[in-house]
């Protein structure tokens, strides 16, 4: 019987929301910051800033690039984890680029340093590309692993479920790394403050997505097998804790937070064999956004063949034309 199962009886409740934020061509100037506010509130924004206490533990001369093993901190009592990877020959002040691994082993395996299977060395790809990069180890991933699940594949859920019973969210805690970042490589003399990126997969391509509908720093953006409809993906689909929070479905739809974005350029890629994040929601998730871009080829998109992996055979050159070009 339909009427004993509640994942069909919240989608039937979800479809006939009216959400608070619906974006249309008649929205005023304060409709951006409103829903900011909005959105800051839904997932535990603001968190406190600290002082970043850059230690750089370990640095390598390697094929094109050096590579900083480093930690700063992000809030009281909490370091990230990350790779600086800097281009030799830099022509500065560059661009510089923050790069998120989605699930996974973590930021190792962006970087070369361990084997993976869908990510495709994306953060290599961006400092052979020419970008400073900043790639971040997500709380619950490799080196960020709680103690307690140190074992496990990760420690996400259960980092997840502890944010959600504090008024938080994990959206709140790894956007706010990825915009102590940007404070990071605003501190570098060789990066170009005015030429900041974000880019990411799956979970690394909600924060990056989120990030920069959060923060104005972000001239561009690369968000790999994450744009789609929250409706058709995230509550259609199993997913982990760390895409939730209290509230959102009622708030706005993903699509529409493109409005936070526009006119800053966005990159949006996804497998046209996504099985968690199906290529029908992606293709309608574009048309709305083009429609917010109003044709503008600010915003760009590329469905590939293939799964859920980083492709960025498009992405990658479209970031240098948009942030290198003069």
Not at 74 to 84: A, C, N, Q, W
Not at 234 to 263: F, K, W
Not at 303 to 308: K, T
Request: proline fraction near 5%; include cysteine; charged fraction near 20%.
């Amino acid at each position: 019987m339909e009427e004993l199962d509640a994942r069909e009886f919240a989608k039937a409740r979800i479809q006939k929301l009216a959400q608070e934020f619906a974006w249309s061509p008649a929205c005023g100037p304060q409709w951006p910051s409103d829903l900011r506010c909005r959105l800051k509130e839904v997932i535990g924004l603001p968190i406190e800033q600290v002082p970043l206490n850059l230690q750089t533990l370990d640095s390598q001369e390697l094929d094109g690039y050096r590579r900083d093993t480093i930690t700063f901190a992000s809030r009281h009592g909490l370091r990230v984890f990350g790779y600086l990877l800097v281009p030799q020959n830099l022509n500065s002040p560059s661009p510089a680029v923050v790069c998120i691994p989605g699930h996974g082993n973590g930021v190792d395996c962006i970087v070369g340093i361990e084997a993976d299977d869908y990510q495709n060395d994306f953060a290599l790809q961006s400092v052979r590309a020419g970008f400073v990069t900043l790639a971040i180890e997500p709380i619950g991933f490799g080196h960020r692993k709680s103690h307690i699940d140190r074992e496990r594949y990760s420690s996400c859920n259960g980092d997840s479920m502890t944010a959600l019973m504090m008024g938080e969210s994990m959206i709140a805690w790894r956007v706010h790394d990825a915009l102590v970042s940007l404070d990071l490589l605003e501190s570098l003399d060789y990066v170009d403050p005015t030429r900041l990126a974000m880019m990411g997969i799956s979970g690394g391509g909600l924060v990056a997505f989120w990030a920069a509908c959060l923060d104005e720093r972000v001239a561009a953006t690369v968000v790999s097998g994450y744009f789609n409809t929250f409706f058709d993906s995230i509550l259609s689909i199993e997913h982990c804790v760390d895409n939730y929070a209290p509230g959102l479905a009622r708030v706005v739809e993903m699509p529409e937070m493109t409005a936070l974005i526009s006119p800053r350029k966005l990159f949006v890629e996804s497998g046209d064999s996504d099985h968690i994040f199906p290529i029908t929601a992606f293709r309608s998730a574009c048309t709305r956004a083009r429609q917010i871009y109003q044709g503008s080829d600010h915003f760009q998109s590329h469905e590939f063949s293939g799964g859920h992996q980083f492709h960025g055979v498009q992405a990658i050159p479209q970031l240098r034309e948009w942030l290198c070009s003069s």
